[in-house]
């Protein structure tokens, strides 16, 4: 549904986005993330037809969307980062223009406005100014432009910014829900909604791709995802750690915590090594208060991959 190749943009001597290639199918829904300044904001301008390209090609549906921009942006929807609308209209009369440029007329027009009033919760403010919308309501009055034609493809820059907690919770069901029937990409900076509304995320770090999986595959790349957390009763880690160098598949060890003749340490494999921590513990009859193999987290993930290796060293 949406292929992107080498696509790539500067702005005078900044290269903004830098040779990135990827495609979405149908069902995806792609989380964007990266630092502030990465290129998610330019790379969606390009997809969308907004930006010209300085190199590369996308195409939507099938359609290329600079030689045939007017077949690629039929199908799909656009939320602008900071939401722009003109702001001397009723939502309704926003919503109404926007139908009629997407060809909706009559009843087929107070259809589509009636259901995304619904989606996005529009009712309470039907009537008001655009202009005097709070933050979250005028964010979702762009989102509800972007579905009103019920586009193939969505592409949504930070759509859930400046909404309340409970909003957010909405607008990720929804994103989520039509994500089975369409192709999404949006950008975020709240990684728990990566985790909750995507099937796949990409970081962009510096206008170039560095990572590229499921949220899970992602989580795996946390510095410490995959070590085993062990907390003992009734033993201190001086009589524990001598034992522990006899593992097999023991990268290293490290204590975390030790108090009152609670011991909680941390083991880093090499290989299969929980059954041989398992083995150990019952020979050496330790109480285990609790043990887990660390799932990693996705913000450690982005941090280590987006921070510069100076600091990257210093992520524990
Ligand atoms: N029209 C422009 N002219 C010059 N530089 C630009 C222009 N648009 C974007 N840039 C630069 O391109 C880089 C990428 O910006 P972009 O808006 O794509 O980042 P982003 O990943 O969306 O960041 P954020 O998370 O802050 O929204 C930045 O350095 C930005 O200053
Ligand atoms: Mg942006």
Known sequence: MITVEKLTKSFGSKLAVDNISFSVEKGEVLGFLGPNGAGKSTSMRMITGFLAPSAGKVSVCGFDVVEQGLKSRSRLGYLPENAPMYSDMSVF????FCAEL???FGSAKARAIDRVVQLCFLAPVLF????????GYRHRTCLAQAIIHDPEVLILDEPTDGLDPNQKHEVRTLIREMGREKAIIFSTHILEEVEAACTRAIIIDRGKIVANGTPGELKSRAPLAGTIVVGLIGIGWQAVQPNLAALRFLERSDLISECDSHTTFRLEPNGDLLPEVLTLAQRQKWQIDHLKIEEGRLDDVFRSITLPDTERASIK
């Not at 008001?128 to 933050?135: C, I, P």
């Open 102 to 104: 997407r060809g909706l």
């Open 93 to 96: 009369g926003f919503l109404s």
């Open 128 to 135: 008001q100014s655009v202009d005097t919308l709070s933050k």
